[in-house]
T-cell receptor
Framework: EAGVTQFPSHSVIEKGQTVTLRCDPI?????LYWYRRVMGKEIKFLLH????????ESGMPNNRFLAERTGGTYSTLKVQPAELEDSGVYFC????????????FGPGTRLTVT | RKEVEQDPGPFNVPEGATVAFNCTYS??????FFWYRQDCRKEPKLLMS???SGNEDGRFTAQLNRASQYISLLIRDSKLSDSATYLC?????????????FGTGTLLAVQP
């Protein structure tokens, strides 16, 4: 079974530009999560989708971040315009619908804003 | 105060040693507890769930003390391949979200 995949693996952009990160969850997983780790800090929750609906977006830092999951399959996270403090590793995770708390993480996208 | 506190380490131990990590958490409403392992520049991977009764998986033993809001992980007979960052993770604050709350991690380096 394929795991969670993320694209791109690395992205280097200039301040003010736009970047879109993509996550493909494990097939059949209704729950999809985005997390972020900035340098020197712990991994922090950004938001949670159940299918195409946003269940919890309490971790989104500000309105420069927009997450979508049209059709309830893959998800995108757009940062527009990017700021220096957005640099970090963005992880996506998915879990099945059975209420299990175990989440399966993708390899992450390393974003560098210069 | 951070929701999850861990000693960042590093813990440098020789092969074959026994090493213990501790973690404290501040939210008594937490319902689920985990240890994740993260190798350098890789994603976190679930090592084991943690239960009040304690649970063991091979060389790894995890323990939860709800009264003290304290979680531990014991690794016996350390292997070189155990070198990684060990993340203390909480989940299940109730409500509709299953978001996970991470500690900063404890770095373990097993030396030959």
């Amino acid at each position: 079974e394929a795991g969670v995949t993320q694209f791109p693996s690395h992205s280097v952009i200039e301040k003010g530009q736009t970047v879109t990160l993509r996550c493909d969850p494990i097939s059949g997983h209704d729950n999809l999560y985005w997390y972020r780790r900035v340098m020197g800090k712990e991994i922090k929750f950004l938001l949670h989708f159940v299918k195409e609906s946003k269940q919890d977006e309490s971790g989104m830092p500000n309105n420069r971040f927009l997450a979508e999951r049209t059709g309830g399959t893959y998800s995108t996270l757009k940062v527009q315009p990017a700021e220096l403090e957005d640099s970090g590793v963005y992880f996506c995770a998915s879990s099945p619908r059975d209420g299990s708390y175990e989440q399966y993480f993708g390899p992450g996208t390393r974003l560098t804003v210069t | 105060r951070k929701e999850v506190e861990q000693d960042p380490g590093p813990f440098n131990v020789p092969e074959g040693a026994t090493v213990a990590f501790n973690c404290t958490y501040s939210n008594s409403a937490s319902q689920s507890f985990f240890w994740y392992r993260q190798d350098c520049r890789k994603e976190p991977k679930l090592l084991m769930s943690v239960y009040s009764s304690g649970n063991e998986d091979g060389r790894f033993t995890a323990q939860l003390n709800r009264a003290s809001q304290y979680i531990s992980l014991l690794i016996r007979d350390s292997k070189l391949s155990d070198s990684a960052t060990y993340l203390c993770v909480l989940g299940g604050y109730g409500g509709a979200t299953n978001k996970l709350i991470f500690g900063t991690g404890t770095l373990l380096a097993v030396q030959p």
